[in-house]
């Protein structure tokens, strides 16, 4: 079933200019890229984004990584979309990601992992449209 999700690709991935090599990945997926952008989130976006982990322990560095330097916002469509992307990012923390995956590959740590993705269909719905309500048909 075709679907959209959200993918980001994160400061610390951006910093070390491998965009391309990420977004390859997802090609090869056969995941297409229909809407992207850079942008750097205030941390009060980027609060707002990740406003589930609100009163985790980790909120307060997940969202001053998230607004320390340039992200990649990207929207991906494909069939079963959010769960590809799932599988192309591997595990959240890098050390326990299976070999070839992006994570694996590029991530530093279980925050500095590279890249994000949509974890359900209503977490997509929610993403993309915090990031792409005027640019794109959200549903």
């Known amino acids: 079933m ?6 980001i ?3 610390d991935a951006v910093g070390r200019n491998i965009l391309g090599q990420i977004i390859t ?3 090869k ?3 297409s890229l229909v809407a992207g952008k850079v942008l750097r989130l205030s941390k009060e ?7 589930v982990h609100q009163d985790k322990p980790f909120f307060e560095s ?3 990584y998230m607004s320390e330097g340039l992200i990649f916002v990207m929207v991906l469509e494909g069939d ?6 799932r599988e192309t990012m591997g595990a959240t923390n890098p050390s326990q990601a299976e070999e070839g995956t992006i994570r694996s590959r590029f991530g ?10 949509s974890d359900s269909r209503e977490s997509a719905d929610f993403e993309i449209s915090y990031f792409f309500k005027e640019e794109i048909d959200t549903k």
């Open 25 to 27: 990945m997802a090609e």
């Open 9 to 11: 690709i994160k400061p």
């Open 29 to 31: 997926n056969e995941l």
């Open 45 to 51: 976006e980027a609060e707002g984004f990740y406003y």
């Open 62 to 64: 997940l969202t001053e």
């Open 2 to 7: 075709q679907e959209r999700t959200l993918a």
């Open 108 to 117: 530093e740590s279980i925050e500095r992992n590279a890249v994000h993705g």
């Open 80 to 85: 079963r979309s959010i769960d590809r992307w």
